[in-house]
């Protein structure tokens, strides 16, 4: 039995909104860090969703290429907040407000 | 393809040359030179001759710039008066730089030397070769480059760097006019090839060129020629050093003396005498402009070797020399004497580089030392700097058969046959005295007591090989440099002046009515130039050999007169005070205090100051560094953009 596409839609929509939540809501680095990725997977999720559906290759081509930018964008993540955690004790984003005018 | 080989030169001496040892840096710079004088002599003697009439060698390498209708070509002309040109100024450079290997041995920065030399070497060539203005104008500026370069060689001693300055800056004046020209030639005519061009005024054009231009109130309305000529001969007094801009040419002695023997005495200053011969197709048509440069030429001819008479520096002396000799070139072209300008160019060339590679052999022998008060009885120390430097002297007095007597006899005849009286008489005189200060500077240099002082006197030796060949071929020169043209009055043919006929041919028709001169009266000419130089040189040798006491007296008696000469007149003073301080002041008070401070600075940090202060005070706020709250804007952008572009549905 197919599973129909509105379905994979619904549950792409409520993994964004509860990414966007996390990033607007959290305070640890990490966890905000994790909210995006969970954000740029629900994406990928809608893709392939509508590329099956549609029967066009482009989508597929399209995830792979999110995923490899969210890899390499995960690695700098880290090692920035692994460097900031290094210098200045934590990773809440309320107590490292450096770019503040 | 002349120009080439020192260019090529210049770029692997000025690229590796430091890597390279020096024998290899100046076989390079000299052999270049020299390829350059043989290909010039291949093309003189074998396809020259062979030409048809009305065909000229021309060389297109490649269309250099074409917008519009302006089409400039790098293309190189080879005629008999570039031809002239090019044997001179490649066998000089050929000779100075063999000489150079001699005088700069020791210098620390000997590969640049060479390489700046080349540079020049292949600028001169590229100037006289040039088929059309721009071409020339590379050169122009070319050389104008090197001048600066090389007079500031030394640039460690602030006097010499702004020797250098001084040079570069007059030149733009006379180089300001030299552009104004040529585009006031493209403006009316269309053309900027020498060919071309005097093809233009031969067919209808002079009409339009001697229409009048602007009207400059009870001046009248100058013919356009004129105004013209007058530019181009702006930018020859520039390069050339006439008054006024001759300024720079003195202090320009700074330089290497090798330098001084081929940038400023034998080659790069007779440019200008080389631009107003070659287009004399448009100078003939301006009488005025003819009678500004003949009048210019013939003032400064006189003027400078006044100055010359005090100097006690030996290069100094020789300077204005040069500028007075300069005087003389102009006044043969000024004259329309081309021929005549064109032949004591080279005749200068032979024994001004010679008089200059003598003074440097001397001052290499006296450890640098360049006031003459100093030498003396150098005779029997340097035989071959001397006679040569003899040679070179009596050359440029005017006694025959040496080569000056015969170019400068004809500028005189010239400008007494053709009518300008008073110029005449100006360049009679300055013979004269021409004939005294250099005479002076031998007995002072040469003759009498040794007056240098104990240590310099044990180093006194004869200059090495490589420098007293070169002075040993250019005496030659300017021994018989002289007897190409010798005149019909005295059984010659006067070949250089039937050579260089078919690129003068435009000032023939006007020079027809003057040719109804008798012997009699070209030999009292000839007669009364040789006579003042020999009255000159007598009078130098009473006063500085027979009688040395005499010069001190004869400077007291004068007083006044002799401050005024041996401080050059105080040119340099009065351009500083009328010329130099107010741009110097309005530079400092004006521009920088006020314009630049107030205005410019002031604009931007008023800029600054609106923006940090008014503007950015509540967009500041935004800015809390709290990265959820970043967020939150960034997804309100996006909901407002996806919903601006969904709204139709």
């Not at chain 2, 003819?290 to 290069?315: E, F, H, P, R, W």
């Not at chain 2, 009885?377 to 000056?404: E, N, Q, R, V």
């Amino acid at each position: 039995m197919m599973v129909p596409l509105s379905h994979y839609l619904v549950l792409s929509g409520i993994l964004f909104v509860l990414g966007a939540v996390g990033v607007m809501a959290r305070r640890n680095a990490i966890v905000i860090f994790m909210c995006i990725e969970l954000m740029l997977n629900a994406v990928n999720l809608a893709l392939i969703a509508i590329s099956c559906n549609l029967g066009d290759m482009g989508g597929h081509v399209f995830v792979f290429m999110v995923m490899t930018v969210a890899a390499a964008e995960a690695a700098v993540g880290l090692a920035i907040i692994v460097s900031i955690y290094r210098s200045r004790g934590t990773v809440n984003v309320d107590e490292i407000r450096l770019l503040k005018w | 393809m002349i120009p080439f080989f020192p260019l090529l030169g210049a770029v692997i001496n000025g690229v590796v040359g430091r890597q390279l040892p020096r024998q290899i840096v100046h076989w390079l710079a000299c052999s270049t030179v020299f390829m350059s004088f043989l290909v010039s002599l291949y093309y003189a003697t074998c396809r020259l001759p062979g030409l048809e009439e009305g065909h000229v060698l021309k060389n297109t390498v490649f269309t250099w710039l074409a917008v519009g209708n302006l089409h400039a070509e790098a293309a190189f002309l080879f005629d008999h008066l570039s031809m002239v040109m090019a044997l001179v100024v490649s066998g000089v450079s050929f000779l100075i730089h063999v000489y150079s290997v001699g005088y700069m041995h020791g210098d620390p920065r000997y590969s640049t030397y060479f390489c700046y030399l080349n540079l020049f070497a292949g600028a001169m060539l590229m100037l006289v070769l040039g088929a059309n203005l721009p071409i020339m104008f590379i050169g122009w500026e070319g050389v104008g480059l090197c001048s600066y370069l090389l007079i500031g060689f030394w640039f460690e001693e602030e006097e010499k760097a702004s020797a250098g300055k001084k040079a570069f800056i007059v030149n733009r004046i006379g180089d300001f006019g030299f552009l104004v020209a040529i585009f006031s030639v493209f403006y009316f005519l269309g053309e900027l090839d020498f060919i071309s061009l005097r093809v233009a005024v031969e067919h209808g054009a002079a009409d339009t060129l001697k229409a009048g231009w602007f009207d400059i109130g009870s001046f009248g309305t100058p013919m356009i020629v004129t105004v013209i000529c007058l530019c181009f001969f702006l930018g020859a007094t520039g390069k050339s050093a006439q008054l006024p801009l001759y300024v720079w040419l003195p202090d320009a002695m700074a330089g290497p003396t090798p330098v001084s023997a081929l940038i400023h005495a034998a080659t790069m200053v007779t440019a200008g005498v080389y631009m107003v011969a070659r287009l004399n197709f448009l100078y003939v048509l301006s009488p005025a402009a003819c009678m500004v440069v003949a009048g210019v030429g013939g003032i400064t001819a006189l003027y400078s070797a006044t100055i010359a008479i005090t100097q006690n520096d030996i290069k100094k002396v020789l300077a204005y020399s040069t500028v007075s000799q300069l005087g003389y070139m102009f006044v043969g072209v000024g004259v329309m004497a081309y021929s005549a300008g064109i032949f004591h160019l080279m005749t200068h060339a032979f024994f001004k580089a010679l008089l200059f590679l003598g003074a440097g052999s001397v001052i290499h022998a006296m450890s640098g030392e360049m006031d003459m008060r100093k030498m003396g009885g150098l005779k029997k120390y340097m035989p071959y700097t001397y006679w040569t430097f003899l040679i070179a002297t009596i050359a440029i007095c005017g006694i025959p058969p040496f080569s000056g007597f015969f170019s400068k006899d004809e500028i005189l005849w010239k400008a007494w046959a053709h009518e300008y009286r008073v110029i005449w008489a100006l360049c009679w005189v300055g013979a004269g005295i021409t004939a005294f200060y250099m005479f002076r500077l031998v007995f002072m240099t040469f003759h009498g007591e040794c007056r240098a002082d104990e240590e310099t006197k044990q180093h006194i030796h004869e200059s090495p090989a490589s420098m007293t060949a070169p002075l040993v071929i250019l005496g030659a020169l300017s021994l018989i440099g002289g007897w190409v043209g010798v005149p019909a009055l005295l059984g010659g043919a006067n070949r250089i002046e039937r050579f260089l006929e078919p690129v003068f041919e435009a000032a023939t028709p006007v020079l027809a009515k003057f040719s109804h001169h008798s012997h009699a009266q070209e030999w009292l000419f000839v007669a009364l130039s040789v006579g003042i130089a020999a009255a000159g040189i007598t009078l130098a040798w009473y006063m500085y050999s027979a009688k040395p006491e005499l010069p001190e007296k004869a400077a007291k008696a004068v007083q006044p007169l002799y401050n005024l000469s041996l401080n050059k007149y105080f040119v340099d003073e009065i351009y500083d005070a009328t010329v130099i301080n107010p741009i110097v002041k309005t530079s400092d008070f004006f521009l920088w205090r006020f314009f630049d401070v107030w205005i410019i600075d002031g604009t931007v940090n008023g800029m600054g100051r609106l923006f940090r202060d008014v503007l950015s005070q509540g967009l500041r706020r935004i800015q809390t560094g709290v990265v959820n709250s970043y967020a939150v804007y960034f997804l309100l952008g996006v909901l407002l953009i996806l919903g601006y572009m969904l709204w139709p549905f």
